[in-house]
Structure formats: C-alpha cells, structure tokens
C-alpha cells in the first residue's frame, strides 16, 4: 500500500460513513458517499480494495442491510482470500485484524438484507 496506511484507512472510511450517517443519509446512501469519495483509493491496488469494500460491508451490516455492489466485491473477496497475499504489503497484524474482519463478514453475511 502506497499511501494509505491499514488503520488510517478504516479509520478514515468509518469516519466518512459515520459523518454521513449524521447527516441523515441511511446505510445505503452512506455506503454510495463512501463509494464516491474512495474512488481513487479503490483503483490503487487489490489491498486497498479489499479494506475498503470489508471495512464499509462490516458498516453496512451492523445497520442490517447491504447494497447489492457491495455484495458482489466481498464475494470474491471473501471466496479469495489468502493472508499470504497481504502480509507483504502489510504488517502481519494488520493482516491478522483483515482476516478477522473477512470472517466477521462471513458469519454475518446470511443474517442480512441485501438491497439494490
């Protein structure tokens, strides 16, 4: 990862999600304001890609719903997923808390509404 660090960059997507959340916008809305300001970072690379889209299916998912492009990043994702791949771009607990992340999206995935 070039110029995001992990933690900066959830933080920063949590803090985009969040603040429009505040501003009235519901989870699908927030979610497509996280999609637009991320743009460029989710072109970046595959590590990128792969926190962002986690990180907002996880922000999404705690508000009971998902939208539909999400669901079909974090498929792949979650279907492709080997720790190997990121360890080198980032410190081994960084890819410990994605991995914990990913599997946090996979328990969680059968118990939501996914909305297009």
Not at 22 to 30: I, W, Y
Not at 66 to 88: A, C, H, M, P
Request: with cysteine.
């Amino acid at each position: 990862m070039q110029d995001w660090e992990y933690n900066e960059l959830v933080e920063h997507v949590d803090e985009v999600f969040n603040n429009s959340i505040k501003d009235g916008l519901n989870a699908l809305q927030a979610g497509g304001r996280c999609l637009y300001e991320f743009a460029n970072v989710i072109e970046e690379g595959e590590t990128e890609k792969t926190i962002f889209y986690i990180n907002l299916a996880l922000l999404q998912m705690d508000r009971g719903v998902l939208s539909t492009r999400v669901y079909e990043e974090i498929g792949s994702i979650v279907e492709t997923f080997d720790i190997d791949k990121f360890v080198s771009e980032l410190s081994l607990d960084d890819a410990m808390d994605l991995s914990e992340r990913i599997q946090s999206v996979k328990t969680k995935l059968p118990s939501i509404e996914i909305i297009s």
